[in-house]
């Protein structure tokens, strides 16, 4: 049995955001690690500050560019033509390798110290790891070329320890990874097999029913959302019948309103509102966007979001745990707020958003997802048997 997951959903203590280094595990690894958090060691925040450091080396204009885009010109910087641009680029990517490889050691191997350390998982918890074979890495900085160098770094590090390492694997498409996992629960959603003159009609007057099913033929897509840290990605799922026909994927935008340590609990609750004008003005504009295409939108929306949720309710942990404050049940009040702005019936799937990577790796067996970003993911794909 998988010990993070209760009834299909994955538990707030599945994260490895909080695993403390309180011993370095045996390693050609020279670092000062110990003591520190995953959290503290490895992050997007910390790439773009060693990509700041190392600006001049990597010939990169920082003063100019957006800071969440840096990591996308570190890529250009590992296949320059210059040579000292080349090595600064690997010496960055040499720096995170590690230090991930040392965070999936010690997960491997949890030694008592570490175990001790970690107070919310027990014998079930560190025994699961030490089960796992493969690790399957997606999100942008796992994305080619950043993440073959990456995992190049991670297996140096077992081979010269000699570890017997996991098996490393880079999700396909992983940047959109969120995305591909949503579309998982559009095929046994029976609203979104309706034949097209049902669906046409479902929530319409009934005259412009009739003319819509008077004319020919009508091109359907659902929406599917993944509401991150730093970015939110938008696309549309083209189905034919409950099959996924084609994923298109849309413009992303920055996220905003997502810091995750507001002490005040009026500023919280100005944050939260704030967030959540943003978040309703998003699925507006793309609903909007979509249409303009000359597609129509299917009831079922499909959203993964960086916290974790059950039931269509908004945990207080992370960025977005605030929209716990705009209403219990934040799935049905979404629902709620598209029925005023566009008088149709729609209905949400909140998925936590490491539930949704994994969603897309399910022949997968005795894996994990981990995805690297703002902070570390963590979905298990829901092949084995025991998920």
């Given at each position: ?7 299909g959903t994955l538990g707030t203590n599945a994260s490895i955001n909080k695993l403390i280094i309180a011993e370095m595990p045996a390693c050609t690894v020279t670092q000062p690690l110990a003591g520190k958090s995953a959290q503290d060691i490895f992050s997007t925040d910390l790439f773009i500050q060693e990509i700041k450091n ?196 849309l413009g992303k935008t920055l996220s905003r309103h997502v810091a995750w340590d507001v002490k005040d609990p009026l500023v919280e609750k100005a944050e939260a509102q704030a967030l959540n004008r943003y978040f309703l003005d998003t699925i507006t504009r793309t609903i909007q966007e979509v249409e303009a295409r000359g597609l ?92």
């Open positions: 049995m998988n010990p993070f997951l209760a009834g190392a600006s001049d080396q990597l010939q990169i204009h920082v003063d100019s560019l957006e800071e969440k885009s840096l990591p996308l010109h570190l890529e250009n910087s590992l296949e320059s033509d210059d040579p000292l641009v080349r090595s600064a680029a690997h010496d960055i990517l040499k720096l995170f390798g590690e230090r991930l490889a040392v965070i999936l050691l010690c997960l491997k191997e949890g030694s008592p110290a570490n175990r001790r350390a970690r107070a919310d998982w027990g014998e079930a918890e560190w025994d699961y790891w030490n089960s796992l074979k493969r690790i399957i890495l997606v999100g942008g900085l796992a994305s080619p070329p950043l993440g073959e160098q990456l995992k190049y770094y991670v297996e140096q590090v077992f081979a010269s320890s000699g570890k017997s390492p996991y098996d490393i694997v880079l999700g396909r498409d992983s940047t959109y990874a969120g995305l591909r996992g949503c579309t998982t629960y559009l095929q046994n959603d029976p609203s979104d097999g309706m034949p097209f003159d049902d669906a046409a009609s479902d929530g319409m007057p009934f005259d412009d029913a009739q003319a819509v099913s008077s004319q020919a033929p009508i091109r359907w897509a659902n929406l599917i959302f993944d509401y991150g840290q730093s970015f939110i990605k938008r696309s549309y799922a083209v189905m034919d019948g409950r099959k996924v026909q084609d994923i298109i994927i129509r939108i299917r009831p079922h929306i499909v959203l993964s979001i960086a916290n974790y949720v059950k039931d269509g309710r908004i945990a207080n942990r992370g960025g977005y745990g605030k929209l716990r404050l705009i209403a219990p049940d934040y799935a049905q009040y979404l629902s709620d707020c598209m029925k005023e702005r566009f008088g149709r019936d729609y209905h949400f799937t909140l998925i936590h958003d490491g539930t949704a990577m994994a969603a897309g790796y399910a022949d997968y067996k005795e894996s994990v997802c981990i995805s690297l970003g703002t902070a570390f993911g963590v979905g298990f794909p829901p092949g084995r048997k025991d998920f």
